[in-house]
C-alpha cells in the first residue's frame, strides 16, 4: 500500500521559515520525481517545486531564490525549505510522486501553511 504524507505545516510570520516533509513508502522511492504542489482558496493547484529521480530541480516562478526542494533517497523523503514567506504562500500544501514510466501518481493530504501577521 503506498503512502505519502506530508507534515511541517503551520502557522508563520511574514519574512519567516518553514520546512515541509514528506515521507513516501510503498514504492521504490529513489524512481520517483517528486513534486510539491499548493492550492489556496478559490485557486487552482500548482506546481512549487519538483525534483526528479536523479535531483535536477524546477521552482515556479513566485518561490524562486526563495524555496528550496531537496530529496533523501535513504529515508525516502523530499522536503521543501521555505524561506523569506510571504502571506500569498498561504496554501494547502501537496507532496505528489510520480513515475511516468508505470503511470503511477500519488498525492499525500496536504498541510496547511498560513503566513500571516
Known amino acids: 500500500q503506498v503512502q505519502v504524507v506530508e507534515s511541517g505545516g503551520g502557522l508563520v510570520q511574514p519574512g519567516g521559515s518553514l520546512r515541509l516533509s514528506c515521507a513516501a513508502s510503498g514504492i521504490i522511492f529513489s524512481l520517483y520525481a517528486m513534486g510539491w504542489y499548493r492550492q489556496a482558496p478559490g485557486k487552482q493547484r500548482e506546481l512549487v517545486a519538483a525534483?526528479?529521480?536523479?535531483?535536477?530541480?524546477s521552482y515556479a516562478d513566485s518561490v524562486k531564490g526563495r524555496f528550496t526542494i531537496s530529496r533523501d533517497n535513504t529515508k525516502n523523503a523530499v522536503f521543501l525549505q521555505m524561506n523569506s514567506l510571504k502571506p500569498e504562500d498561504t496554501a494547502v500544501y501537496y507532496c505528489n510522486a510520480y513515475f511516468g514510466t508505470l503511470g503511477a501518481d500519488y498525492w499525500g493530504q496536504g498541510t496547511q501553511v498560513t503566513v500571516s501577521s
Open positions: 525534483i526528479t529521480s536523479g535531483g535536477i530541480t
